[in-house]
């Protein structure tokens, strides 16, 4: 592939709006009114930890020759709770705890509906009980890992029992319990203190316990933050971390941003840190936002890998349904692919103070009009001698001549 024709775009930041949903809920068979859409309440969803909505259309060949073809559209909606947040500190969860919905039907227009809820590290209801219970459960190697699935069949009128409503529920028996780890994940943060200078740390672990593997390490990073590139250190396990292949572009002042590749080999069991210096540029007074005390956000960062597998066996028993296989993939190989997004940044940059030039006008227009108004009243004020009023010192002297009985004053 020419590398001419390979672009590379961030969205660090999106504005939420719950336009974006509306049109996209019309696209399925029977919109919001039945099946799993009934649960796709704006107000829970966009109150969510994490949430991304895709539409994929591509065509798709009938025969062996391709000579016809048909389309096919793929809607995918994931969303992330955060349970101590939405939970009130509890870890029990349902769907009308998450919702504020229950499932009453499936789509009459839907060939299958079902809903899978990973059971692997509770294979005797040792940790948590899941009701209503079902019997119907499916295996699957997701990321080198084998794992189990309860599996709730919509169209089955069974699943929704004689109250016609379905909402899953996990009750914990302990607080303790084993949670999933991905063998390859990421951090990313911003040191440093000041408006001046700092450093981005991107961190990444390898819990795998004796397999070391190579990840690519893809970073943009905007112009105004102007990256010491000399200062790159890459250390795993207090040691020094050379990267086998390091690719940087400089940046261009409102042009184009930093770009920063690297091949790096993690070790088995083990941290990797990689931490870059940079300097916080000036901008114009144009080019800071509406909010600029905000912050500015700077994109994730990329990490690509063929992480090895725990497994190397096809355990998959419906590969008759592509959306399973498509969400749950399992191959006979030693790997699999993972691409991890790193959280963005967000960046605080030097502020000029905007509200100075308000505050130069009040002051200015103040002392204008108090001055000019001053002067403008000596100049065109005329100025009289005023003779008193003796009228007042005559009602006096007529009040006591009229006690006395003396003539009054005409």
Not at 12 to 29: D, G
Not at 151 to 172: E, H, M, P
Not at 214 to 223: I, K, T
Not at 363 to 384: D, E, I, K, P
């Amino acid at each position: 592939t020419d590398h001419r024709f390979l672009r590379y775009a961030t969205l660090p930041r999106e504005i939420v709006c719950t336009e974006n949903l509306t049109p996209w809920k019309k696209l399925l068979p029977c919109g919001s009114k039945a099946g799993l859409a009934v649960l796709l309440k704006s107000e829970k969803l966009f109150h969510s930890s994490f949430l991304s909505q895709t539409v994929h259309i591509r065509p798709v060949c009938q025969d062996r020759e391709c000579k016809t073809t048909s389309w096919e559209l793929r809607q995918t909606l994931n969303v992330v709770f955060d349970l101590h947040t939405s939970g009130q500190g509890k870890r029990e969860w349902s769907l009308f705890k998450m919702f504020s919905r229950t499932l009453t039907e499936a789509c009459p227009l839907a060939s299958s509906s079902k809903i899978y809820i990973d059971v692997t590290d509770n294979p005797q209801e040792e940790y948590f009980e899941l009701s209503p219970a079902t019997p119907l459960l499916s295996q699957a190697v997701v990321l080198g890992d084998r794992r189990t699935f309860s599996v709730y069949d919509l169209t089955q009128q069974v699943t929704f029992g004689t109250v016609r409503s379905l909402n899953l529920l996990i009750r914990w028996k302990s607080s303790e319990g084993n949670m999933l780890r991905p063998l390859l994940h990421a951090e990313r943060y911003v040191a440093g203190y000041g408006l001046q200078t700092g450093e981005i740390h991107t961190v990444m672990y390898n819990n795998h316990p004796f397999r070391s593997f190579p990840v690519l390490l893809l970073d943009s990073v905007p112009w105004y933050l102007r990256l010491y590139i000399h200062t790159l250190t890459v250390t795993s396990k207090g040691k020094d971390n050379t990267p086998s292949y390091i690719h940087y572009q400089p940046s261009k002042d409102r042009m184009r941003p930093h770009l920063l590749e690297m091949l790096v080999q993690l070790p088995p069991h083990s941290v990797t840190e990689v931490t870059v210096q940079f300097e916080r540029a000036l901008l114009k007074w144009t080019e800071y936002t509406p909010d600029p005390n905000h912050g500015f956000y700077v994109g994730s960062s990329v990490i690509s890998a063929l992480v090895p597998s725990s497994f190397a066996m096809d355990t998959n028993i419906t590969q008759e349904q592509p959306l399973f296989s498509s969400f749950f993939p399992c191959k006979e190989e030693s790997s699999y692919f993972v691409r991890v997004y790193t959280e963005p940044l967000l960046v605080n940059l030097p502020t000029p103070d905007f509200s100075m030039p308000y505050n130069v006008i009040c002051l200015t227009c103040t002392v204008v009009a108090v001055g000019y108004g001053s002067l403008y009243n000596l100049l065109t004020r005329s100025f009289q001698i005023e003779e008193p009023n003796p009228r007042l010192a005559k009602k006096i002297a007529n009040f006591i001549r009229r006690i006395r009985g003396v003539p009054l004053l005409s």
